[in-house]
Each structure stands twice: as C-alpha cells, then as structure tokens.
C-alpha cells in the first residue's frame, strides 16, 4: 500500500470511527471499499485498520472477522469467537460446557470455540448472555456460558492459523496503543516545567521514555516478521512482543506523567485499558511464554542441534 492510498484509508477510518453516532461495522466498512483494499494489500489493510480501531478505541468485530475468515473452506463457519473467561470451556461427549465472552455485536448463531488444542463450532441457541462492563466498557463484551451441541470439529491446521492471524492483529493493536501512550507522556513532559525547565530535558525521563521507544521498534520488527512468514511461533512472538511493549509504556508513561497520568480527564487510562483487555486474548503473557518455549524445545529435539545447516 502506498502513503497516498494509505493516508488516505486512514483520513476515511478516523472519520468513521470519530464522526459516527454508532461505531461501524465491517460490513458497513466493506460498503465503504474496505474489501477491495484488503484483497489488494492484506497485510497492509489489516495493520491499518487495527491500528485505528485501537486508538480510536472503538470494536468493529474486525478481529472475529478476520479469524473467521481465515478458517476459509470449513464446513460449517462460525458468526462468532469465544474468548477464554472466567473458568473457560470444556468438552463433554458431543457438547461444550462454554464459558467465555465475545466481542462481536452480532445475534449469535454458533460460535468457534477452543478447548486446549482443540476447536470446534457450536450452535449458540440456549446459551445464556450477559453485558460485561469489565475493565474497558468501549469493547462491548457479553460473557455467554452454557452447554452448546458442536456442529461441527475444525482441523487442527485451520484453528492455528486463525489463532496466529487473530495474534497478529491483536499485536498491531497493542503496538499501536504502546505508541499513543508514549506520544501522550512525550507531549506531557515537553510542556510542564519543574524547576525552571521542562520535564524532558531530566536524563531520568528521557531513560524512561527511551526504554518505551525501544520496547515498541522490537515489537514493530517482530510483527513485520510475523506478517511475512505468518507462522504460528512468529505469531505468539508478535503479540508477546506488543504485550510487553504496551506494558512498558503504561508503566514508564505513568511514572513521567505524575498525578496527573492516573486522572479520569487524562486519556493515558483509555488506551492502558484497551491493551490490558488485549492482552488477555489468544494467549496472555505468561501463556505465550510459555508456548513458545515449548515450540523451540520440540524444535531443538527434533533437529538434535540448533545449527544444524541440512535441517
């Protein structure tokens, strides 16, 4: 995608996203050309677009969409993706025990359900729905639990790489949200004086803000790896990378903005929410560790060696 084309789509998202009495959907964006661009430049669309919702702090269901899009030729395609909450879901015979919150405004019809290594769509008649307020109320989220009749069973190659797109945009989100905190603690030290001279110019809060900007240029070159090899161990490491950069952030730009930083009117709060919620989907730090981990030790196992050329 060229600057000009891309400066353009995102003028046409912000004012979508801002100017809106309601927050639009992907239909609603696809009627506005969105599904052209997205089948000229995949990658560059999908980075757009998740990068404007999150600042915008606005949910179009972009993420469902696009990892129900992904699954292409199932059978049977969900309208829906459960995301793990409270004490999770469960497999039980032919049904799924659910428990979990989804993002999509949607009526619910089925739902993609995951259960360990497992994935499954099920019918979402009877199941019991629920407003969550939560940590960021912008998202929209309604818990469902209940027992659901899986339709149908998704191979295992069709869940990895939903759940490896699903990673990577929520890891373009959290970039983009790390970035607008630091923008937001950078404007604030360069305008508020303390003993005689701006904030900026003490070495403590330029090493602080450093630390930031270093955390979110690693995260920006493992989300380019990612987007290229789209590999499920480059996905985990992408919204790791983006999680830990967005944590960065919120903790050294609420250091350098003070009081003022944990006040209501100061936006810092809005974006630390969204990627705190972002972090708990499709994988939390901990988790991604964890799995990554075990992917370089299978590997290592596998090949004998880490340097092995002919392997």
Known sequence: MDSEIESVAR???????????????????????????????????????????????????????????????????????????????????????????????????????????????????????????????????????????????????????????????????????????????????QSRIAFGRTLSSYQAVKHRLADVRIAIDAAEVVAQAADADESSLTSACAKLAADQSAGVAARQSLQVCGAMGFTWEFDLHTYLKRALQNQALLGRPAELEREIGQRLANDFTRIGSWDSPAR
């Open 11 to 189: 003028d046409v998202l912000r004012k979508l996203f801002v100017k809106n009495d309601a927050t639009p959907t992907m239909d609603q964006l696809n009627e506005f050309g969105w599904s052209e661009l997205s089948e000229e430049d995949p990658v560059g669309a999908r980075r757009l677009l998740f990068r404007e919702q999150a600042v915008a702090r606005v949910e179009v269901g972009a993420l469902d969409h696009h990892m129900i899009e992904r699954l292409g030729s199932a059978d049977v395609l969900p309208n829906a993706v459960l995301h793990s909450a409270g004490t999770g879901s469960r497999r039980e015979r032919d049904a799924v025990e659910v428990d979990g919150v989804v993002m999509s405004p949607a009526p619910l019809k089925s739902l993609l359900v995951a259960v360990d290594e497992e994935a499954y769509v099920v019918a979402a008649s009877g199941l019991e729905t629920e407003r969550v307020e939560g940590l960021d109320p912008t998202r929209g989220l309604r818990r469902v639990s209940g027992r659901a009749e899986i339709v149908a069973s998704l191979d295992a190659e069709a869940w990895e790489g939903a759940l490896g797109l699903g990673r990577r945009c929520l890891a373009h989100e959290n970039i983009a949200l790390a970035r607008a905190m630091f923008d937001l603690a950078h404007e604030h030290v």
